[in-house]
């Protein structure tokens, strides 16, 4: 093949940082062991510029991480040994690449309105996974086409990962990365976020990390277990059980719940707790615990009526929620979350451990004053008891409703 022409045109857009997606695809030989298509995709690796491969081999992805100069090098390998033909997407325009039969490249070019891929430098803000760059996990999942577009239909769940990602971001610098981390994703469901997880730290990032998703469906399991399988996800997991059955590990850096049920949640913040776990998402779910507790004569008016008692019992759950997290040692925010399917519950709890917090008799006060201003005894400070401060005092059961 004549190299020179196409070999300067992509080192021209790897020099110019303005490659959206390349794919190599039109195998010169078919074997079991080949790979049938390659797709590269800039990313930020520890901060500096890098290519993240994907090679597609008898229903297996597997990735490598490649700086430029070795980017460059493997684009020009594939394009000489393996490929006839190669798609390029920049930001300024798409380059069909075909190679006939004497090995010499033709170039074709045409405009188009790619959006570019959101590096850090970026001022305009983008998502974090890039329409129009192709990624494993959202094509297996359905959401997007193998050349990167979003599916119509499924633009809510692409948007709402994304937005789940922009929250794990902001907290990322809290995580010590000279070691893998580990994660662990309670109520994990079809794991859309689970993959996201992992996609984000093992590709955009580059951090070594180990990730357990663990639900109680075991077809739910059971297929995604064979999806993280299938992509070549190696240090991705999934368990059958329960939040509290959990005995895998005795230290866990970040902790993710998503719609665990009632108490669950409690549970799921508890055993983070015990962990010393430095990040926690959580997104309640249909809090129950309080409702049947809840009695106070002077918000009777409030009370009396289901559907408003349902959603204070909500607030003053995560309320509770929150300033127990804040006495253990966490800073707390409340933020809004892309509704989920099925559910109109968009509240995130985003904790992140500071180790020199302590807990303060003020904080303390308040929280003792709200609970008992509700004449509540929530199911997570009971839970927590033993890492409680011994200064806490609790309810006693006189005040209690029966």
């Not at 959206?20 to 298509?37: E, F, H, K």
Request: glycine share 4%.
């Amino acid at each position: 093949m004549q190299q020179n022409p196409i070999r300067q045109r992509i080192a021209e857009i790897i020099a110019t940082q303005s490659l959206v997606t390349l794919t190599c695809s039109g195998p010169r030989v078919r074997a079991a062991d080949q790979a049938s298509r390659v797709v590269a995709r800039p990313f930020l690796l520890k901060g500096a510029p890098a290519y993240q491969f994907e090679y597609h081999t008898a229903g297996k992805v597997t990735h490598r991480n490649l700086l430029p100069e070795e980017a460059l090098r493997e684009i020009d390998r594939l394009l000489q040994e393996q490929f006839h033909q190669a798609r390029i997407v920049t930001r300024e325009s798409e380059i069909e690449v075909r190679i006939n039969k004497r090995g010499e490249a033709i170039l074709r070019n045409k405009p188009t309105a790619t959006r570019a891929i959101a590096l850090q430098h970026n001022r305009t803000k983008q998502y974090i996974l890039a329409e129009g760059a192709p990624c494993d996990f959202l094509i297996r999942l359905g959401v997007m086409t193998e050349t990167g577009k979003v599916i119509a239909a499924r633009y809510d769940k692409y948007r709402q990962i994304n937005r789940f990602l922009e929250m794990v971001a902001d907290v990322v610098p809290h995580l010590e990365a000279s070691r893998p981390l580990r994660i662990v994703d309670f109520g994990c469901g079809k794991s859309y976020l689970t993959f996201a997880l992992y996609h984000y730290f093992r590709v955009v990032k580059g951090f070594e990390v180990d990730i357990v998703g663990l639900d109680l469906k075991p077809e739910v399991i059971a297929q995604c277990q064979a999806i993280a399988q299938d992509l070549g996800y190696a240090h991705l997991n999934f368990r059958l059980g329960d939040i509290k059955g959990f005995t895998e590990w005795d230290q866990v850096d970040m902790v993710v719940t998503l719609h665990a049920c009632d108490t669950a949640t409690d549970d799921a913040l508890v055993k983070a707790i015990r962990w010393n776990a430095r990040i926690i998402l959580s997104v309640p779910c249909c809090q129950h615990e309080l409702f049947r507790k809840l009695r106070n004569e002077t918000q009777h008016p409030l009370l009396k009526h289901g559907i408003l008692k349902e959603r204070l019992t909500a607030l003053i759950t995560d309320s509770v929620r929150a300033q127990l997290l804040e006495i253990a040692g966490y800073s707390v925010q409340m933020l809004e979350f892309i509704d989920m399917e099925h559910t109109a519950k968009n509240l995130l709890i985003r904790a992140v451990l500071l180790p020199a917090r302590k807990a303060t008799p003020q904080m303390i006060a308040e929280y003792t004053a709200f609970r008992d201003y509700w004449r509540i005894d929530p199911y997570m400070e009971r839970a927590l008891a033993e890492q409680l401060p011994a200064s806490f005092s609790h309810l006693s059961m006189d005040c209690v409703q029966p």
